[in-house]
T-cell receptor, first 119, second 113 residues
Framework: AQTVTQSQPEMSVQEAETVTLSCTYDTSENNYYLFWYKQPPSRQMILVIRQEAYKQQNATENRFSVNFQKAAKSFSLKISDSQLGDTAMYFCAFMKHTEANFGNEKLTFGTGTRLTIIP | EAQVTQNPRYLITVTGKKLTVTCSQNMNHEYMSWYRQDPGLGLRQIYYSMNVEVTDKGDVPEGYKVSRKEKRNFPLILESPSPNQTSLYFC????????????FGDGTRLSIL
């Protein structure tokens, strides 16, 4: 079974600063996917970024980037030039690779980090 | 607009009164799933479905039922709700092609008194 650990329950940072959210995971799988989801006060689950384990290059999406360390099983999220709209709960999630039509494409989530951007 | 629609968004009810939370997607996705979110536990999978008439248990299925009679709909049924099922529930869907990102509904807040 896979586990995902987010060791920072809460973080806060000044607007325009950079913040890094940590995530570690445990798995015996070699092929898998990692995600960061954002949950603002509206409760929606919004995909922020996705990383395929077989890709060495770290994923980036505008101000969001990840530091993926496969050997260390670490997957941190960096938010640059933070904005007030980044205030949210952030979840790290794992999904193992399955062949099409075989297997449960379950997301295993961490417990979340509540991020507050201070004006 | 591509979306996953859950109803109701909020529900307060009493122990033992059967309820159904509906989930519908308009993206022709094969895979659908239900999660519950609890403080300090993140989201945990309740049930999932690979396609019409194909459903299976997730990690926390006790007290829940699902059905998948049509591709677009995946209702979550609580036959005899109990207070420990008070939670925030999410429905999600995706194509089964190379682990496409899952689309989530807006959530249903259930309170069982």
């Amino acid at each position: 079974a896979q586990t995902v650990t987010q060791s920072q329950p809460e973080m806060s940072v000044q607007e325009a600063e950079t913040v890094t959210l940590s995530c570690t995971y445990d798995t015996s799988e070699n092929n898998y996917y990692l995600f960061w989801y954002k949950q603002p006060p509206s409760r929606q689950m919004i995909l922020v970024i996705r990383q395929e384990a077989y890709k060495q290059q770290n994923a980036t999406e505008n101000r969001f980037s990840v530091n993926f360390q496969k050997a260390a099983k670490s997957f941190s999220l960096k938010i640059s030039d933070s904005q007030l709209g980044d205030t949210a709960m952030y979840f790290c999630a794992f999904m193992k690779h399955t062949e099409a039509n075989f297997g449960n494409e379950k997301l295993t989530f961490g417990t979340g980090t509540r991020l507050t951007i201070i004006p | 607009e591509a979306q996953v629609t859950q109803n109701p968004r909020y529900l307060i009810t009493v122990t033992g009164k059967k309820l159904t939370v509906t989930c519908s997607q308009n993206m022709n996705h094969e895979y659908m799933s239900w999660y519950r979110q609890d403080p300090g536990l993140g989201l945990r999978q309740i049930y999932y479905s690979m396609n019409v008439e194909v459903t299976d248990k997730g990690d926390v299925p006790e007290g829940y039922k699902v059905s998948r009679k049509e591709k677009r709909n995946f209702p979550l049924i609580l036959e005899s709700p109990s207070p420990n099922q008070t939670s925030l529930y999410f429905c999600a869907s995706s194509l089964i092609q190379g682990q496409q990102p899952q689309h989530f509904g807006d959530g249903t807040r259930l309170s069982i008194l």
